[in-house]
């Protein structure tokens, strides 16, 4: 029987990596949901059974063998006549694995169709651990022909264009589709050539959630095939949606989905860190976190984000003063945590750095006082800080921004301990934007406090670690502004030194920020992981070498010429 109409319901909710058994609970769950609304078909995300991206736990034979044997149990619970299910699973056929999704109906595996292109950049690698797909045909459920392109197989033409000189009538991507910024426009924008080439109308059902670094924005959509908007799912919410569609003279349309407002821009930016977060800590069973508030911009939001995140009453702060405190410092750390009504603790760290400079005295007689002295202050907060979170058990929240880990500007085993950043890949100019957005918006499902939360004054005084006496970051850095200009033409765009000085920067200067990024490189190779907000975040979308003598001259490229090798720069703690 040909059917006229179709209820798909459209699960955008999470899973977590290797939780086999509470990936299947949250399928079963969503099935119930989706047949009380009288669902023929329910879509899950990719490899939603595995967890996305499952990396290398795809190279475990018995990780395969779970993945499929709940598949199978999923499947049979399809005999009940209630909703059919189309979901992801790595899958094993004739010695080779691929990305699957899979058709469970009537009690079995009906159908299962393979991902053809393969991501193989940014934080993706899946070329390391899948077998490429043949070029797939539609399905036939209901009658109808249904084409399963899996995520990528919808940013180039030919599995779609396959799929619709096959007889397919509609298409249903399941996504595992990382946020980053402007990414949403990017999805809609591979969706409607999709379309517009094929004639069919298109579900994009996205995942929502956090894995390591990656957050999964949701913000499912679909398009009728005159690419006009279905539906729109709400960005980094989980929710089961009913979708009706139905026949007509040109094929079928969406009559019936939900249609809301998603966050964009800097309100999107925000969201994402709090999502990323809150996943990090609660699927690592983190009971909360404790932070080092310290008077200063980044603190201050990492304190947001968190109660935003986990509730007040499991984050804990702690101020750790020493002589070049400010009074300022002080005053505004204590507003801070008092509007966000977390539990704070002030902690003097003079004797404990008076020890330290006791136990060294004999090696360093005769040295002048420094960066080393400087950074012990570092430290000490760093061990503090550490020692509360192994006693409680929370997290400790590292609060450095990308400005400081692209120039060196933080002290390893100091203020980088921590076992995730929330800020690791947003700039200086962009953390004061988000301390000044979150003190007049506060994202959904939030569960801290509206209004101002973090203190006017935070916002408006210079930038200082606060090390020596009257110290500025502009005593050892470029203006924010001019900093992070550079460094998002050197990191983001891989701009040449030329480039950014025709576009108005001071060739010394570049040349200056270019030599502590690559010197910082091997910091940054121990710092703790963060949201990814950027195109390009520091870990698996920047892969570069810890041992790097390569220098951009900022002229014309030359051949290079024999002669005597020159002697490199060794990293040091305070590469700038």
């Known amino acids: 029987m040909i059917a006229d109409s179709l209820v798909i319901g459209l699960a955008q909710i999470d899973s977590t990596v290797g939780d086999i058994a509470g990936n299947v609970a949250r399928i079963r769950a969503a099935r119930a949901e989706a047949a009380a609304f009288g669902a023929d078909l329910l879509m899950f995300s990719e490899l939603f059974i595995a967890g996305y991206p499952p990396e290398d736990l795809v190279l475990k034979p018995a990780f395969l063998e779970a993945c499929r044997a709940a598949c199978e149990d999923v499947a049979r619970d399809t005999a009940d006549g209630g909703p059919a299910i189309l979901v992801g699973l790595p899958f094993v056929e004739d010695g080779r694995t691929y990305n699957a999704y899979a058709l469970l109906d009537k009690g079995r595996i009906e159908a299962v169709r393979f991902k053809v292109d393969l991501p193989n950049y940014g934080v993706f690698d899946e070329k390391r651990v899948f077998a490429a797909g043949p070029m797939p045909g539609p399905i036939v459920f209901r009658g109808v022909r249904i084409g399963l392109p899996i995520c990528e197989d919808i940013w180039g033409p030919d599995p779609v264009e396959c799929i619709a000189e096959t007889g397919g009538e509609i298409l249903l991507s399941p996504n595992g589709s990382p946020y980053w910024r402007g990414k949403s426009d990017e999805r809609l924008a591979a969706a409607v050539a999709r379309v517009v080439e094929s004639g069919l109308p298109l579900i994009y059902l996205n995942q929502v959630g956090g894995q390591d670094e990656l957050v999964f924005d949701g913000a499912s959509f679909g398009l009728n095939a005159n690419a006009t908007l279905a539906f729109q799912l709400p960005a980094f919410t989980?929710?089961?949606?009913?979708?009706?569609?139905?026949?007509?003279?040109?094929?079928?349309?969406?009559?019936?989905?939900?249609?809301?407002?998603?966050?964009?821009?800097?309100?999107?930016?925000?969201?994402?860190?709090?999502?990323?977060?809150?996943?990090?800590?609660?699927?690592?069973?983190?009971?909360?976190?404790?932070?080092?508030?310290?008077?200063?911009?980044?603190?201050?939001?990492?304190?947001?984000?968190?109660?935003?995140?986990?509730?007040?009453?499991?984050?804990?702060?702690?101020?750790?003063?020493?002589?070049?405190?400010?009074?300022?410092?002080?005053?505004?750390?204590?507003?801070?945590?008092?509007?966000?009504?977390?539990?704070?603790?002030?902690?003097?760290?003079?004797?404990?750095?008076?020890?330290?400079?006791?136990?060294?005295?004999?090696?360093?007689?005769?040295?002048?006082?420094?960066?080393?002295?400087?950074?012990?202050?570092?430290?000490?907060?760093?061990?503090?800080?550490?020692?509360?979170?192994?006693?409680?058990?929370?997290?400790?929240?590292?609060?450095?921004?990308?400005?400081?880990?692209?120039?060196?500007?933080?002290?390893?085993?100091?203020?980088?301990?921590?076992?995730?950043?929330?800020?690791?890949?947003?700039?200086?100019?962009?953390?004061?934007?988000?301390?000044?957005?979150?003190?007049?918006?506060?994202?959904?499902?939030?569960?801290?406090?509206?209004?101002?939360?973090?203190?006017?004054?935070?916002?408006?005084?210079?930038?200082?670690?606060?090390?020596?006496?009257?110290?500025?970051?502009?005593?050892?850095?470029?203006?924010?502004?001019?900093?992070?200009?550079?460094?998002?033409?050197?990191?983001?765009?891989?701009?040449?030194?030329?480039?950014?000085?025709?576009?108005?920067?001071?060739?010394?200067?570049?040349?200056?920020?270019?030599?502590?990024?690559?010197?910082?490189?091997?910091?940054?190779?121990?710092?703790?992981?963060?949201?990814?907000?950027?195109?390009?975040?520091?870990?698996?979308?920047?892969?570069?070498?810890?041992?790097?003598?390569?220098?951009?001259?900022?002229?014309?490229?030359?051949?290079?010429?024999?002669?005597?090798?020159?002697?490199?720069?060794?990293?040091?703690?305070?590469?700038?």
């Open 238 to 576: 989980s929710t089961v949606a009913k979708t009706v569609w139905r026949r007509g003279p040109k094929g079928f349309v969406c009559v019936e989905g939900p249609k809301v407002q998603v966050e964009q821009g800097e309100e999107a930016d925000y969201a994402a860190c709090v999502l990323g977060l809150r996943e990090y800590v609660d699927k690592n069973g983190f009971p909360g976190v404790v932070l080092g508030l310290s008077g200063g911009v980044d603190s201050a939001l990492c304190a947001a984000m968190a109660v935003d995140a986990l509730g007040p009453e499991r984050v804990h702060c702690l101020m750790l003063p020493y002589r070049y405190t400010s009074k300022d410092s002080l005053a505004d750390a204590e507003a801070c945590a008092r509007a966000l009504g977390v539990r704070y603790d002030i902690v003097p760290i003079e004797p404990v750095v008076a020890g330290f400079e006791t136990a060294l005295g004999p090696i360093f007689q005769g040295t002048t006082p420094g960066l080393t002295e400087e950074n012990i202050q570092s430290r000490v907060r760093g061990a503090i800080l550490m020692a509360v979170s192994n006693k409680f058990g929370a997290m400790l929240v590292t609060t450095g921004n990308k400005s400081e880990l692209s120039v060196g500007y933080a002290t390893i085993y100091g203020d980088m301990n921590g076992g995730f950043n929330p800020l690791k890949d947003l700039y200086k100019m962009e953390v004061f934007r988000l301390a000044a957005l979150r003190n007049r918006f506060v994202p959904k499902g939030a569960l801290g406090p509206a209004g101002e939360v973090i203190p006017k004054n935070i916002l408006i005084k210079p930038p200082s670690a606060e090390l020596r006496e009257n110290q500025k970051d502009q005593d050892s850095l470029p203006p924010y502004e001019e900093l992070d200009a550079i460094l998002e033409g050197l990191v983001e765009k891989e701009m040449r030194v030329s480039d950014l000085v025709a576009a108005g920067q001071n060739l010394e200067t570049v040349k200056r920020i270019e030599r502590m990024l690559y010197l910082a490189e091997y910091k940054r190779r121990q710092s703790a992981p963060g949201v990814k907000v950027t195109r390009k975040n520091f870990g698996r979308d920047r892969r570069y070498p810890i041992l790097n003598r390569f220098r951009d001259a900022g002229g014309p490229a030359v051949a290079p010429q024999e002669g005597p090798s020159g002697r490199g720069f060794a990293p040091t703690d305070d590469a700038i």
